[in-house]
C-alpha cells in the first residue's frame, strides 16, 4: 500500500520504542499543549532543543522527519512568508515599498518554531507507536469502544479506497484520457468521466463497508465485551514521563512568568 508508511520504523528498539504507549501518549500530549501556549521568542529555542533530544532518542531517521514534513512545511512557509513584511512598525531593511520588520519577522520564528515542535512530536508517537497500540492507548484513558473502532477501521480502509482509485485511476489512463488534454482544456466529456469514477468510488467504498459490517457482525462484534489489559508500566516509563510532564511544567510557568511580548 503506498499511504501505508508511517508505521515503518515502529519495530525499532529505542527507548521511545519501548516506552509505555499510555504514558507516551499523555506525556507528548502535555508537551504539545505546553508548546502550543509558548508565545515568547525566548522560548523557541529550548523547545526546539528539547524536541531536537527526543528525536535523537526516538532513533528515527532524519528522513522520515523530512518526507513527513514537506507539505504541511510548504503550506506553514507560504502562511507566514508575508508575516514579517506586513506586521508591526520596527523596520529593520527596507527596499522601496518592500519594509522587513521586526515584530512580524518575530512572529514568523515563534510560528515556525511552534509548528516544527509540535508536528515533530506527532512523528515520534506516530512513528515510534504502532496505530493499534495507540488507539489501545486511548482506550485505556477513556476512549469509547465504539469511536476507536470506527478509527481504526477508517485509517485499514483508507488504503484500501486510496488503492482502488489508484487502480481506476491507471484503467483511465490505459484508454487515453489525460494524454491529449490538460487539466486547464478539460471538456465536459472529460469532466462527466470524472465525476463518474468518484461516483464509482463513493459506492465501491459503501459497498465494500457493508460487507464488511456484516462479516463483523456474523463474528459476534458487539455482543461480547472485551475486557481491557493495561500493559505493565516499568520504571525508565515512568522516569520519562516525569521528565516531559516537568518539562512541559516549566514551559507553561516560564511563559507566564515573563513579560508580555510585544507582537
Known sequence: MAMANFETYVSGRSRLHTWTPRLKLVSLGLLMFAFAAISHLSLILPMLWLTAILYLLSELPFSFLLKRLRYPGLFIFMVVLVLPFSSGEMILWQWGALALRQEGLESMLLIVGRFLSILTLGFILLGTTPFVTLLRALR??????????????????L????????TMQRSMR???????????????????????????????????????????????YGQLKRPMVKPLVDSS????????????????????????PNL
Open 174 to 220: 490505459l484508454r487515453g484520457f489525460g494524454q491529449q488534454q490538460r487539466w486547464f482544456r478539460l471538456q465536459r466529456r472529460d469532466l462527466q468521466r470524472l465525476a463518474g469514477l468518484l461516483g464509482t468510488l463513493l459506492i465501491r467504498s459503501y459497498e465494500r463497508s457493508e460487507r464488511v459490517y456484516k462479516a463483523m457482525q456474523l463474528r459476534g
Open 237 to 260: 516509563s515512568v522516569l520519562l514521563t516525569g521528565f516531559c510532564a516537568i518539562t512541559a511544567l516549566g514551559f507553561v510557568i516560564a511563559e507566564f512568568s515573563l513579560p508580555a
Open 159 to 166: 488504503f484500501e479506497t486510496a488503492d482502488m482509485l489508484s
Open 140 to 157: 485505556s484513558l477513556g476512549l469509547p469502544t465504539l469511536i476507536a473502532d470506527m478509527t481504526l477501521l477508517t485509517y485499514r480502509y
